[in-house]
């Protein structure tokens, strides 16, 4: 518990940092917030587009979808929010700069990823949280406390998630140094967690359940609310492989990290 104040304290303290030294710039955080704000409302007017036309997409109505969109992105966004620094992994290790994170006392992946806190994902929070609220009502779910609680469980256990995939892909920058198409293959892979899986074949289901699980990212979770009455027992897999799938990342990172030993000049 004294580690984890330890922790949370210097966190707050390096954030606050880093948030004002962004704020010097406002111009280019209202439009880099207004941009991915218009973003991921594209993403939703392709659903309004094809409800012109069709009633459901194997089984699922515009609501539904709805909720499984704004589910999906309030799952991505702790990413997005406190391990956007991944992105850029590759460039420290490159130019030699990644070394001084081996010369403090606190954990390394800590030190490196609280270095920087994505503004604009609160934006991006904001909008899921406000389609999430909307679907919900459309819908009409009961957030008994059951629910509350295994919402809470479902979020966290997709975020984690997300953030092991984009771990393991930015780990790889240990080995490969130009590393970002792997990074921007599983972002890519990543959007896929905001539509249904059945619409998929049966090789694409497979991939994205059991190779790159991003349908416990958004599809498996949101069924828990959806379609109670289903009998899918995938669905309470989500924590565990959010923990198993953790697990392995962070291995991944800690051979990388034993593996590098910067620039050598």
């Not at 967690?193 to 991003?214: D, L």
């Amino acid at each position: 518990m004294k580690r984890l104040r330890f922790y949370s304290r210097l966190y707050i303290k390096m954030i606050s940092q880093y948030i004002k030294a962004r704020m010097q710039f406002r111009s280019d955080f209202y439009i880099s917030t207004f941009a991915m704000l218009l973003l991921n409302i594209t993403g939703l007017f392709t659903y309004w587009v094809l409800f012109y036309s069709i009633n459901n997409i194997e089984g699922w109505n515009l609501n539904e979808l709805i909720f499984l969109y704004s589910f999906a992105l309030l799952a991505v966004t702790p990413m997005q929010l406190f391990f956007d620094n991944l992105w850029v992994i590759r460039i420290s290790l490159r130019n030699g700069n990644f070394i001084k994170y081996y010369f403090k006392p606190i954990n390394t992946l800590f030190y490196y990823v609280s270095e920087v806190f994505d503004i604009k994902g609160l934006g991006q929070l904001m909008l899921a949280l406000t389609m999430l609220i909307y679907s919900s009502i459309k819908l009409g779910i009961h957030w008994t406390p059951l629910n509350l609680i295994m919402f809470v469980v479902f979020i966290l256990s997709s975020a984690i998630i997300m953030i092991s995939l984009v771990l393991m892909a930015a780990s790889i920058s240990f080995w490969v140094i130009e590393s970002v198409s792997v990074l921007v293959l599983i972002f890519k892979l990543s959007e896929y967690a905001r539509y249904p899986i059945t619409i998929f074949n049966g090789f694409f289901r497979f991939v994205f359940t059991g190779i790159i699980p991003v349908a416990f990212i958004g599809y498996y979770p949101s069924r828990f609310f959806l379609k109670p009455g289903s009998g899918d027992i995938t669905v309470f897999a989500t924590p565990f492989i959010g923990i198993g799938l953790f697990i392995i990342a962070y291995k991944i990172w800690r051979i990388g990290l034993n593996r590098y030993s910067g620039t050598g000049s």
